[in-house]
């Protein structure tokens, strides 16, 4: 059978760039997007639907009109942003969620997407290799709410046997499209800075390590999940996932090495701070190499080069 998919909240940093993948796989014809705004950017043989995933209406006529055999939940409100508004961060990442996980199970559609985070983890989780399986005790609504899903996506599976497949994405890093309020931020908005005034304040201390993927790795190991056979797959709440942890000291160094100019300073306090330091500095991902042969491209040198290359003439 033929796959047809229906992404929803396709505009954020992941989004963009996954829809242009799954297009260049399965053609533009047979992958839907949707968001509660149009792109900044619609080639002519794009589909995409303006939906509010809240609008459960609406959703089932989107998803009645295009009948995909996968969905991929996108839409959420990042640390950061939901520290500012956790109610509303509640009701689209807890409610958005069962909206598409209710609509799949009356409509037949079996196989869905829908990434969690390392904001899962805690204080009390483990620093250093984080294991898929520890004490998860998240201080953020946008931790909590992605707890609270793999929850949910696990007991739908169990329950209704629905595919549900995740990863906890760590940071990620892309140079196609802007930040969205996450706490892992400072990795792309340092690349921007360095370039264009040649210094950059970080929001983190020195020190901070945190788990972080290239975008490249995340979209290959997002379709690699995917594309898995069903009985590869044995984690139902959600893949732990890295690339690798960084500093952003070590950053600033790697950036130092192409723009020897490059100034770097810190802020006294930053609220994101405390969230980064509930956060672990370096993750197991074994299940997911193990399973279904998750293995990065990318390292911090070849990141850093990609990076500027790309900024240089996209800026």
């Not at 995740?166 to 400072?186: E, F, L, M, N, Q």
């Amino acid at each position: 059978m033929k796959e047809r998919i229906v992404m929803i909240g396709a505009n954020g940093q992941i989004g963009s760039e996954l829809a242009s993948a799954l297009r260049y796989k399965f053609g533009a014809e047979n992958v839907i997007t949707s968001d509660i705004r149009e792109p900044s950017v619609l080639k002519d043989d794009e589909i995409f639907e303006i939906v509010n995933v809240l609008d459960k209406p609406a959703l089932k006529s989107l998803l009645e009109k295009h009948q995909p055999t996968q969905i991929y939940l996108l839409a959420a409100m990042l640390s950061a942003t939901g520290e500012k508004y956790p109610q509303k961060a509640w009701d689209l990442n807890i409610n958005g969620l069962l909206n598409v996980l209710d609509l799949a199970l009356e409509l037949g559609i079996k196989k869905i997407f829908w990434p969690s985070s390392i904001a899962v983890f805690g204080p009390h989780s483990p620093k250093q290799d984080t294991d898929q399986y520890c004490v998860m005790d998240p201080v953020t609504i946008y931790g909590v709410s992605k707890l609270a899903g793999e929850r949910l996506c696990e007991y739908y599976h169990h329950k209704y046997d629905l595919d549900i497949r995740s990863v906890r994405y760590p940071g990620i890093i892309s140079w196609k499209t802007a930040p969205g309020g996450g706490t892992t931020d400072y990795a792309i908005d340092i690349y921007i800075e360095a370039l264009k005034h040649g210094k950059y304040t970080c929001f983190l201390s020195a020190d901070t390590a945190l788990p972080m993927l290239y975008m490249e790795d995340a979209v290959a190991g997002t379709i690699e999940l995917m594309d898995a056979p069903i009985e590869q797959i044995s984690i139902r709440s959600s893949y732990n996932l890295e690339g690798l942890s960084f500093t952003p000291a070590e950053i600033a160094k790697e950036i130092k090495k192409i723009l020897p100019n490059f100034e770097m300073s810190y802020v006294d306090y930053d609220p994101r701070q405390a969230i980064a330091d509930t956060w672990p500095a370096s993750i197991n991902d074994s299940y997911a190499r193990t399973d279904w042969g998750w293995k990065p491209k990318f390292d911090l040198e070849s990141i850093t080069e990609d990076m500027i290359a790309n900024l240089k003439t996209n800026i």
